[in-house]
């Protein structure tokens, strides 16, 4: 059975037990408190805890997760992955463990046909329920039924909340090659003999703050079975990596980089498993960046290139990239599963590769501090780089230790393998030690007083400006003037969704309150109120709330606006286009996105001219609750909605674009005038921003343009017809006396190097030119180098400039390259002043943070010449 089959098998398996298959989540999961889907579970997690009710009783689906925590063991270890499936069949108040037990050994024995002799099952050392229903009802023997305790069959939410006994279900691996004398072992010993294929949760219990064990009302079955390691065993191999989820890929590494898996066994591992989690993050609208989960793609394929580069032997450049390659046999391998993957593979390939591009860079940064390391070692006469220097290299510029050692012996040095490893294990020791499990990121969450009391506040915002409501909670606010406020009905809107809050007043009697902001907590509405006039009521008393029309109206027009660029973004750009942060406000609209480039002056004027397209079209906005599925079957745009469940608001400007959105939307495009775009930027490694606005403000912004183009035609003495013409004639000018400045000075360097070479040191027969100026520019020096090489024609030069910031450049004749480099020359001048530099052997500049030290850097150079001359 291949790995398309045994999803397709597990599904249709479980169809038949009358569960309702739910397509795979993204990676990218709806929890907050988790960074990625790190386990098959994650989607349903508020079904589990029961914050919400769960559309069906019966669930199954083949999860796709990431998890990162044992990241150096990929590629060492059978069985470890960052990207991985799990299988999961799930009730939820319904069946439990009579039923679970059952269908597991039904499917694993009867469609997968695995020897029933080969398997083993654990219970938790106090579920005789368990033991009883395997033992006398499924028929395994006492000998291969096994009682463990907390460590290996407990789940728990948490130190308080749901929890119950595990039950799991492990193949007998011994007659594939493993050792004899692990014939008397038993599963949750020490030793690789028996390998879990299957994980029966039970969630049973309440554990109560004093440890106290409570029935739960609904008891709730979660199983997981991860599908690489079941491939394994159905297909008889001995590690994941040898299965049919993994050969094609890794057949395409050996053609790609030219090598062979038995002779790079655990790079080739690497690249395989790291490929395949970069192209699944990349498909659900990762991109690489230095935080959250940018961080950990961007880790993985920096890993996966490092591998490369170790295995060639060689630090990989620009024209040696070779991951975005892969991207091919990742998809032809797992699109029967995930069909999404063939339309994004472009756009995949394109990602990947420009971050290779950019690691290329880094990896020759760090070939740089390799480099200026041993020649700090030849000067000290040592022949040992230390394990500080190794592990920054692996740390920071993602140099394999591999890489560093065959550099490193190049040179007739060494470097500690056993000190590198320390220091890699205290690292994995201590992200251990801050790791946050699945359980940890559970928590209960309980609804508090006010909520069990009033319930929520009732919103009327959508269809009133205006209305009373009576107030249930005055307190005075901690930090912050004014007072906190809870109605039980508002028409202010809580900020939420990117979404700014209204504002408004408040009046009760005498009491005129002024509202200048509105949080939501579990949705009880609260406002912050600065008193202007009277005594705020007393808890009981009707007030009248009305929000700032007008200002709501200006936010109305940038929400609607934000939903029309975000469809022409991904209709300009492509579906990778995903929401990532946006701010909508009275004043404009903010929307962060997901891109990988800057955007054209070009497309930015098609995308805001399609923009206005849609709002001159004056299209009705439908806005209406349905069913979240049925929303998404229409196409719908799930960005601040669950995965799961409920009713669901729609926004829908028909035959255009479809969003799921809380938030306060105009009526039709055309109340949303002029859409200017006012800037496009980046904010982080793969996410773009534009800035735009519409009705009044964007009226105001061409207003403000008329008055500075008649300002500046002022100035010229022209009229704004012309402006153009006469700065580009400026301009023209400005240019032709700048060359003209460049000539004299070019003319003045011939002079000036004449009155330097009068001044020439010799070492050891050699002449060397070196001197330090103040305020000459980079072309400036590279002049004096150039000219002065041609003087001496067998010589050494370094030149240094005070420019606030120090810069370097150093010449060598090609008849002394061989005893001196003037990349070597610069760097030691460019560490003297905080920076660093590189270049050819004849030809090299520099530069560095601090131009005081620039006569003292120029010394130590030439103090290096003289020992290399010498």
């Known amino acids: 059975m291949t790995g398309n089959e045994l999803r397709k098998s597990f599904v249709d398996f479980f169809k038949s037990k ?68 799990m299988l999961g069949n799930f009730s939820f108040g319904d069946y439990f463990k009579k039923e679970a037990i059952e269908w597991s050994w039904e499917y694993i024995t009867e469609v997968l046909k695995l020897d029933k002799e080969r398997l083993w099952v654990s219970v938790f050392e106090t579920d005789d329920e368990a033991y009883r229903i395997w033992n006398e009802e499924i028929g395994i023997p006492k000998e291969r039924l096994v009682r463990l305790g907390e460590d290996d069959n407990w789940w728990a939410a948490g130190p308080v909340g749901s929890c119950g006994p595990c039950s799991e279900i492990y193949y007998d691996t011994q007659n594939m090659g493993k050792n004899n004398e692990e014939i008397n072992s038993k599963p949750g010993d020490e030793g690789d003999r028996f390998l879990e294929i299957w994980n029966l949760v039970f969630t049973e219990w309440n554990r109560l703050e004093d440890g106290t064990l409570v029935p739960l009302p609904e008891k709730n079955i979660d199983t997981g079975a991860g599908i690489e390691r079941i491939a394994s065993v159905i297909q008889e191999k001995k590690t994941n990596f040898e299965t049919d989820l993994f050969m094609p890929i890794i057949q395409g590494i050996e053609k790609v980089l030219d090598i062979k898996k ?14 395949r989690a970069s192209v699944f993050l990349i498909c659900d609208g990762v991109l690489p960046s230095n935080e959250g989960r940018g961080y950990i793609l961007r880790k993985i394929i920096r890993r996966a290139f490092g591998a490369g580069s170790a295995a060639k032997g060689k630090v990989f450049e620009k ?21 999404e993957l063939p339309e994004k593979a472009e756009y995949i390939e394109k990602v990947i590769k420009i971050e290779e591009e950019r690691f290329s860079n880094t990896l020759k940064n760090g070939t740089e501090l390799l480099e200026s390391e041993i020649i700090k070692l030849k000067g000290e006469n040592k022949k040992e780089l ?29 470097v500690s393998e056993e000190e590198f490893e320390k220091k890699l294990a205290g690292q994995v020791q201590r992200s251990k030690d801050s790791r946050t499990t699945i359980s940890d990121m559970i928590k209960d969450e ?16 959508y269809e009133k400006f205006e209305d009373t409501g009576k107030v249930l909670y005055v307190s005075k606010s901690d930090g912050i003037s004014g007072y906190e406020m809870i109605f039980d009905r508002t028409p202010f809107y809580a900020e939420s969704g990117g ?34 006039r009277g005594i705020v009521p007393e808890l009981g008393k009707e007030a009248k709330l009305e929000i700032d029309v007008l200002r709501r109206k200006d936010i109305q027009r940038n929400h609607t606006a934000t939903h029309i660029l975000h469809k022409v973004l991904r209709e300009k750009l492509g579906t990778h286009v995903e929401q990532s942060g946006s701010l909508v406000d009275n004043e404009r609209l903010r929307f962060d996105f997901s891109h990988y480039e800057p955007i054209s002056r070009e497309t930015l004027n098609e995308i805001e001219k399609e923009a206005n397209n849609i709002i001159l079209a004056n299209i009705p906005v439908k806005i209406g609750y349905e069913n979240i599925q049925d929303a998404k079957d229409r196409g719908a745009m799930a960005l601040f909605s669950d995965k799961y469940g409920d009713v669901v608001r729609v926004v829908e400007i028909p035959e255009f674009s479809i969003e799921l959105c809380g938030g306060a939307h105009v009526k039709s495009t055309g109340e949303i005038g002029l859409f200017n775009i006012e800037s496009e930027s980046g904010i982080a490694s793969g996410t773009r921003r534009i800035t735009a606005t519409t009705g009044h403000k964007s009226l105001s912004y061409v207003n403000n343009l008329e008055e500075k183009l008649d ?46 070479l009068e001044n020439v040191d010799t070492v050891n027969g050699i002449k060397v030119l070196k001197k330090s100026f103040e305020n000459k520019s980079i072309d400036e020096l590279k002049e004096i180098v150039d000219r002065g090489k041609e003087k001496l024609q067998s010589g050494v030069i370094i030149l240094g400039s005070d420019n606030e910031k120090a ?47 620039v006569g003292q850097a120029v010394e130590k150079a030439f103090e290096y010449i003289v020992s290399q001359l010498s």
């Open 711 to 756: 300002k500046i035609a002022g100035m010229l003495k022209t009229d704004e017809r012309n402006v153009v013409d006469i700065v580009e004639k400026y301009i023209s000018d400005a240019k032709a006396a700048l060359k003209s400045f460049e000539q004299l000075q070019a003319k003045l360097v011939k002079y000036e190097i004449n009155e330097l």
């Open 18 to 85: 009358e569960h309702k298959h739910f397509e795979s989540a993204s990676l990218i999961p709806d929890d907050k408190s988790l960074l990625l889907t790190v386990a098959g579970m994650v989607p349903f997690k508020p079904f589990f805890l029961g914050e919400k009710e769960a559309p069906f009783k019966r669930i199954t689906t083949y999860q796709k997760c990431i998890r990162t925590n044992d990241l150096e063991n990929v590629g060492r270890t059978p069985r470890h992955h960052t990207f991985f499936e």
């Open 319 to 339: 024209e040696d990239i070779f991951l975005h390659k892969l991207v091919s046999y990742v998809v032809e391998t797992m699109k029967e599963g995930y069909p």
């Open 499 to 532: 979404q700014v809050s209204d504002t408004g007043t408040v009046t009760s009697g005498e009491f005129i309150g002024k509202v200048v902001g509105v949080a939501k907590k579990k949705d009880v509405f609260v406002h912050q109120v600065e008193v202007e």
């Open 807 to 853: 810069i370097f450049v150093a010449g060598v004749t090609k008849d002394l390259i061989s005893k001196v480099k003037a990349g070597d020359i610069v760097k030691v001048a460019a560490q003297v002043t905080g920076g660093n530099g590189g270049g050819r052997p004849d030809f090299a500049q520099a530069g560095g943070k601090d131009g005081n030290a």
């Open 446 to 461: 309980f609804i508090d007083e006010f909520f069990e009391k009033h319930g929520k506040t009732e919103f009327v915002g």
């Open 262 to 275: 038995e002779d790079f066994d655990e790079t080739v591992k690497i690249i395989a498993d790291h490929i």
């Open 386 to 414: 230390s394990s500080d220097i190794s592990f920054k290299l692996y740390d920071t510029f993602g140099f394999p230790f591999e890489l560093t050692k065959l550099i490193v012996e190049t040179q007739g040095m060494e």
